[in-house]
């Protein structure tokens, strides 16, 4: 049997928690320009095009790794093939990013970002279509396994780093 809650009073808060208890702060305190520019200082903002120059550098490794073990150049071109897939509409993204953020207001940033992601997807997507057009002997899981090890390059990022969230500072 299912109980049911009895509504609140007229008058009354159903929530009875107090924020504080919460560890919602109750007063909202502004930091000074010297508080936001130290802030600033311990909390840069990590470049995309850092992120995207680790993962060329490990879709080059990638490809050399998987052409070497597999003994053939076409593994190779293939797995650099899914590098380019995962690097080239990145590099697409953050450049129209980069150039959006700073001649739009950021009201319509938003739908720029949803905008240019699906530019993104739709050019990888193209990207993937042409594989066996421009490489005549494609191997499928040579690309596959380039394209899912360049795209996890987000989490070596996070690993090294790079894009930690930082701690919350008491200024």
């Not at 879709?59 to 797995?79: D, E, K």
Request: net charge positive; proline share 5%; no cysteine.
């Amino acid at each position: 049997m299912v109980k049911i809650a009895p509504l609140p009073e007229k008058g009354t808060s159903a929530n009875t928690t107090d924020p504080a208890e919460e560890g919602f702060d109750t007063e909202f305190k502004p930091l000074t320009a010297e508080q936001a520019q130290v802030w600033r200082q311990q909390n840069q903002a990590v470049s995309p095009w850092h992120v995207l120059a680790l993962q060329v550098a490990v879709g080059v490794l990638t490809a050399a790794l998987i052409g070497l073990i597999g003994g053939q150049f076409r593994l190779a071109l293939s797995a650099a093939w899914g590098t380019l897939a995962v690097v080239l509409p990145a590099v697409v993204f953050v450049r129209a990013m980069s150039r959006q953020m700073q001649r739009t207001p950021s009201s319509s940033a938003l739908l720029g970002f949803f905008v240019w992601e699906l530019v993104k997807i739709i050019l990888t997507v193209a990207l993937l279509l042409v594989a066996p057009i421009v490489i005549s002997e494609l191997n499928w899981f040579a690309l596959v396994a380039g394209f899912v090890v360049t795209m996890k390059v987000y989490w070596l990022a996070m690993w090294l780093g790079w894009m930690k969230p930082k701690s919350k500072s008491n200024i």
